[in-house]
């Protein structure tokens, strides 16, 4: 019998199935469905860091004060930090600034195309006779834009000769004040009036400036309390390529070293690409879409041993349909092929309407507020990939043809005198 | 005449449990090309199981059956079913048409089986619905057919591939005089106008008189032979 005989009467099986095999099928949809919307969180949340890790740049390595080696939890630029993990032994008291002589020692590493210290507080700023408590980041205008990856919304850049005049976040321009900021108005930040000179777009990544105030260094150090001359909180090294990020963030951890004669074991700064955390976070959401998928696929398994029971009551019930059809002439093939399609087909239908499913559960999971799992802007996001689908349909008919081949074979292998007799 | 199923010392044994059944004993029969030919029997008499392997759905246990001449024993089943497919066609007292298809796709199976391409295999079937008086009822499923109307479509189904044999198993069985008695009379015709050969299994020699010979059994063996004029 040809392929397409058989596909059609396994199809009128499927067409004049009873509830049963329907219940079988939903069993297989729950668990596609189950899949797809899981497997959906996690693409979403890997999709959502890496646009998040996109705003710190590929080729910036980023040194910020306090013990622990690669090991440590990740940190965005900027902000002061005291890490006390990492096995160190490196606690609070012991951390020491970066200072401008590391500055220094770091320019001098290979393939570096550009280095800057940050340094980074909170100020108290006036607008419109209202207060607020903002943080401010300090940066040497040149070299911040080279490296900065923000873009603006109106205004420019801090220039190399500015010194009163700042660029706000997107946030603290909109959002902070009742009324908006705007640009060339005059805010106080500790009681020194400053021109806002640009106001940034939203960038809504990990490593953005939506909620901060940048001004050039100097006057970052001469307005913010408590301010050590030499201090720096951060500093960037951008590579000359994203290719060099490794090797730079190796000799520029030598250096700096030497020069704080420290060693591995005694580090009282911790260094690390952008390239190294994208990575980390990339195996953390791989590893946690593993975890869901298989709690999905859990209950894809109860789906298929569904249809393996339907199917062998399904072969039960039309044994005397199968005798007939081997007594008008049906090899052991034809009725194995027909069997065997109409799993697949079973199968093929429940993941449709899974993929179906899981894609509408994915697109409303963020709606009904399952913030917690994607933090930041914007909430959870789900990501529904091409590959996932293909995926999800794939599993759902490989599970219909493995889950029915052997109530497919038993059927081929009737004899057609005991399936007529069958009543 | 030309014979076109012939058994030869065929013996049919089954185990039930520890007992051992002889369906059938010995059994030598001939049937010949366009003979009407009617094998009855009380029941338990082996009437069914000689059935069976006449008809290859079924194979002795020992002794040889010929099917124009080749050896059906030696078949593998695949090879049975394609012969049988071709060879044989099937009206049973069930009916036995598939309920999910419509008439004119259960009439249309067999010859899809045979891999019959389906222009001509749809063409055959419209042709034998309207021989058997069904065309007006060529996409009615077998629910809502009567008796009668199924066991004509059964009728065109077994003519579906041509075959030299209409095998039909008490085929009035279940259903009343008027309609059997036009059952009869169509597969009279069929013997009488196709050339086809008919052998029909039935318990009511009433019936069986019918046929141009009676083959007669009893506890597995062939009692007598008796031919009509």
């Known amino acids: 019998m040809k392929i397409a005989k058989s596909f059609k009467l396994a199809l009128n099986i499927l067409v004049h199935s009873k509830l049963r095999s329907w219940l079988t099928i939903l069993g297989i949809v729950i668990g596609v469905a189950a899949i797809v919307a899981i497997v959906s969180i996690g693409e979403g949340l890997k ?56 500055l220094q020692v770091l320019r001098s590493v290979p393939n570096v195309a550009a280095v800057q210290g940050i340094i980074s507080g909170r100020g108290e700023a ?48 909109s959002r902070t004040f009742k009324q908006p900021l705007a640009l060339n108005r005059i805010i106080t930040i500790e009681g ?232 | 005449m030309k014979p076109v199923i012939e058994l030869k010392k065929v013996y049919k044994t089954y185990e039930m449990g520890e007992t051992t059944v002889e369906a059938l004993k010995n059994v030598t029969l001939q049937i010949n090309q366009g003979e009407f030919v009617a094998i009855t029997g009380p029941s338990g008499s082996g009437k069914s199981t000689l059935m069976n392997i006449v008809g290859c759905l079924d194979t002795p246990t020992s002794g040889t059956v010929l099917l124009d001449g080749k050896d059906i024993t030696k078949l593998s089943e695949s090879q049975l079913a394609q012969t049988r497919g071709k060879k044989i066609g099937f009206v049973f007292q069930q009916f036995n048409l598939i309920p999910t298809l419509n008439a004119m796709q259960n009439v249309m199976l067999p010859q899809e089986f045979q891999d019959t391409d389906s222009a001509i295999a749809g063409k055959k079937s419209k042709q034998l619905l309207d021989l058997v008086g069904l065309s007006d009822r060529m996409t009615h499923l077998p629910s809502q057919l009567s008796g009668g109307q199924l066991q004509r479509v059964a009728i065109a189904r077994a003519l579906s591939v041509d075959p030299d044999i209409i095998l039909a198993d008490e085929p009035t069985g279940n259903l009343d005089t008027k309609t059997g008695q036009f059952i009869m009379q169509t597969l009279k015709e069929i013997n009488k106008n196709n050339g086809k050969t008919i052998i029909l299994v039935t318990h009511d020699l009433h019936l069986a008189r019918m046929a141009k010979k009676i083959i007669m059994i009893k506890d597995g063996q062939v009692e007598k032979i008796e031919v009509n004029k």
């Open chain 1, 47 to 102: 999709q959502n860091v890496q646009s998040r890790l996109q705003g710190m740049g590929a080729d910036q390595i980023t040194i910020s004060p306090g013990g622990g080696r690669a090991q440590g939890g990740f940190r965005g630029p900027g902000g002061p930090e005291d890490d006390h993990g990492g096995g160190s032994g490196v606690t609070s008291e012991d951390t020491k600034n970066l200072t401008k002589i590391d």
């Open chain 1, 192 to 423: 020194k009036p400053f021109k806002i000179v640009g106001i940034l777009k939203e960038s809504g990544s990990m490593g953005g400036d939506d909620n901060r105030i940048i001004m050039p260094i100097d006057a970052a150090r001469d307005t913010l309390p408590d301010m050590d001359p030499n201090r720096l909180d951060t500093i960037i090294i951008k590579a000359a390529t994203a290719d060099d990020v490794d090797q730079v963030t190796l000799d520029a951890d030598t250096k700096l070293m030497m020069s704080r004669h420290k060693t591995n074991s005694t580090k009282d700064y911790s260094i690390r690409s952008a390239k190294e955390a994208q990575a980390r976070m990339a195996s953390i959401s791989s590893t946690l879409t593993l975890f869901l998928g298989a709690i999905a696929a859990v209950s894809l398994l109860v789906g298929a041993i569904g249809i393996t029971n339907t199917m062998f009551t399904s072969v039960l019930e039309k044994t005397k349909e199968i005798g007939i059809m081997k007594a008008i002439g049906a090899k052991n093939r034809d009725i194995l092929m027909i069997f065997m399609l109409n799993a697949a087909l079973v199968g093929a239908v429940g993941g449709l309407l899974g993929i179906a499913l899981g894609t509408l559960t994915s697109k409303l999971l963020p709606l009904i507020g399952l913030r917690l799992m994607g933090g930041g802007p914007g909430g959870m996001t789900t990501a529904v990939t091409p590959q996932l689908v293909i995926l999800a349909f794939a599993v759902a008919v490989g599970i219909g043809i493995i889950a029915g081949a052997i109530p497919a074979y038993r059927a081929s292998k009737l004899k057609p005198v005991d399936a007529l007799r069958y009543e």
């Open chain 1, 126 to 173: 006036y607008y419109l006779a209202q207060t607020a408590t903002l943080s401010v980041q300090g940066v040497d205008p040149t070299a911040y834009n080279e490296m900065t990856s923000a873009e603006l919304e109106s205004g420019r850049f801090l220039g190399p000769s500015d010194y009163n005049a700042i660029v706000v976040g997107y946030s603290i321009a």
